[in-house]
């Protein structure tokens, strides 16, 4: 495949739906944020690719704070290049002047296939991007970094910064038996409201505990327990995110035991209560 081409050539389209993990002040008009949908040739190792510009006014910041999926993602800006595990807490970048970054959210397994190794190790933390693609990481970096010095909102820029990331993945396919099972468990308990234990999803995939334990820790460096309470939480932001509902009928949806259980949990991961994050989402 030459160099800056996709399979089409064509302009992509981009996806309209905001990410549920990402807790964006209503406010905040700081920049725009591009989505679009990895190609098909991909699937199973890339999940979907991300392209913020921004400007923010001297002296000001733009915090942005995601609730991240369980897993790795690929970033490139003008200022950096870097691998980023999954962070377990809140994820907060910070935006200030102006600029621009794109981003590739990987499929559940595909840290371990990029990395090479357990991605615990990554938990929280990011490593330079040359360190997990070396030579092909530059590649990377200098064809992104051409295809969007232009015009960071142009969509043919955009084109050709994803096929810089698809050449410089594409070497890591076929996704591997153990990392169709991650991305096929990660996908059922994010996909049903009524996953709630550990035990449900030992029970669907014929797993021990400790079995499911040593997979997830392995190929997303979290633990079972963490995938369900994150799916929950990004749940009732999406769920409180300017819909009339109680927190009690939303805890109660989420299957929490009781109200202040859901507040708990949701302040102690977000530094907000609940109330206070529908009531800013409610203008």
């Known amino acids: 495949m030459k160099p800056d081409s996709d399979p089409t050539d064509a302009p992509p389209t981009p996806l309209d739906k905001i990410e549920r993990a990402h807790l964006k002040d209503p406010r905040d008009a700081s920049h725009v944020m591009y989505r679009y949908q990895a190609s098909p040739e991909f699937d199973g190792l890339l999940q979907r690719f991300w392209i913020p510009t921004w400007s923010v006014p001297p002296g000001l910041e733009?915090?942005?704070?995601?609730?991240?999926?369980?897993?790795?993602?690929?970033?490139?800006s003008e200022e950096y290049a870097r691998f980023y595990g999954v962070t377990s807490g809140l994820s907060t970048t910070t935006l200030s002047g102006d600029g621009w970054a794109v981003g590739v959210m990987c499929a559940p397994a595909a840290g371990f296939l990029?990395?090479?190794?357990p991605v615990a190790?990554?938990?929280?933390?990011?490593?330079?991007?040359?360190?997990?693609?070396?030579?092909?990481?530059?590649?990377l970096v200098?064809?992104?970094?051409?295809?969007?010095?232009?015009?960071?909102?142009?969509p043919?820029?955009?084109?050709?910064?994803?096929?810089?990331?698809?050449?410089?993945?594409?070497?890591?396919?076929?996704?591997?038996?153990?990392g169709k099972l991650v991305n096929e468990l990660v996908a059922f308990v994010e996909?049903?409201?009524?996953?709630?234990?550990?035990?449900?999803?030992?029970?669907?995939?014929?797993?021990?505990?400790?079995?499911?334990?040593?997979?997830?820790?392995?190929?997303?460096?979290?633990?079972?327990?963490?995938?369900?309470?994150?799916?929950?939480?990004?749940?009732?932001?999406?769920?409180?995110?300017?819909?009339?509902?109680?927190?009690g009928e939303v805890a109660a949806v989420l299957g929490y035991a009781d109200q202040p259980h859901f507040i708990r949990d949701f302040s102690k991961v977000t530094s907000m209560t609940p109330g206070a994050f529908a009531a800013l989402h409610a203008h």
């Not at 990029?114 to 190794?117: E, N, R, V």
């Not at 929280?124 to 092909?136: E, P, W």
């Not at 043919?156 to 153990?178: I, K, Q, S, T």
Request: charged share 25%; hydrophobic share 40%.
């Open 191 to 247: 996909t049903n409201s009524d996953v709630t234990r550990v035990a449900q999803v030992c029970a669907e995939f014929d797993l021990s505990e400790r079995a499911l334990q040593r997979l997830v820790h392995r190929r997303l460096g979290l633990t079972p327990k963490w995938l369900i309470q994150r799916r929950r939480l990004q749940e009732a932001a999406e769920r409180l995110r300017g819909h009339s509902t109680t927190l």
């Open 114 to 117: 990029i990395a090479k190794a």
């Open 62 to 76: 733009a915090p942005q704070k995601v609730l991240q999926y369980p897993i790795c993602l690929l970033v490139v």
């Open 142 to 154: 200098n064809r992104v970094r051409d295809a969007m010095a232009a015009d960071p909102d142009s």
């Open 121 to 139: 190790a990554f938990t929280d933390r990011y490593v330079n991007l040359f360190d997990v693609l070396g030579a092909s990481g530059e590649l």
């Open 156 to 178: 043919d820029g955009h084109r050709r910064a994803m096929a810089a990331y698809n050449d410089a993945v594409r070497p890591f396919l076929p996704v591997d038996p153990e």
